[in-house]
Structure formats: C-alpha cells, structure tokens
C-alpha cells in the first residue's frame, strides 16, 4: 500500500510503503532510482506491518520495486497501488510513484 502526504512548511511529499502483517517475510526492501538501487530495509512494526517512509520534491517521480526475502530466497514485487508501471532493463516492469 502506498499512502501520499504533502507537508506544505517543508515543500515535500511523504511517500508511505507498507505491507500488511501478514506478508510472511524476513526483510521486506524497497529499491529504487532515487537511490541508484541501494536497498534500504522496511521496518517492521511492533503490530507485524512493513513500513518506510521516503519524501519526494513537488512534480518528482520515483522508479522502484520490493525486494522481499523469505526461506533463503528472493523476490521482486511491484506494488498495485503505484501511480504507474514502466519497462526495465531485466524483461519486467518497475512502478512509479510521484509526488
């Protein structure tokens, strides 16, 4: 789930990423473009959510996917919620979301 928050006294959006509890992980990732594809881990809340938060400028967008670990494997996920979805270089599609 993506939720959006402008906060007008310091001109950014809040982009909110968060997965219920009951996605069975043991890490959830976001990477993106904004970070040259450095992953940076999700919390996991004390109620069993995924959660991070990342601000974008106003008229930014940004490129990403999960990277979600589980039993010694890896996978990638688009989130249905984004704002769009575009071609990659690997054969699939990465969401977009913009502020």
């Given at each position: ?21 009951s ?18 881990a999700f ?34 996920w ?22």
């Amino acid at each position: 789930m993506i939720k959006k928050r402008y906060v007008k006294s310091r001109n950014v959006t809040k982009i909110v990423f968060e997965h219920p509890a009951s996605v069975q992980a043991d890490a959830i990732e976001l990477i993106a473009d904004r970070h040259g594809w450095t992953p940076l881990a999700f919390d996991r809340l004390r109620n069993g959510k995924w959660k991070l938060v990342q601000e974008l400028e106003p008229g930014a967008a940004m490129q990403f996917r999960y990277r979600v670990h589980r039993g010694g494997g890896v996978d990638y996920w688009n989130d249905a919620d984004a704002d769009g979805l575009v071609p990659n270089d690997h054969g699939s599609e990465n969401a977009v979301v913009a502020a």
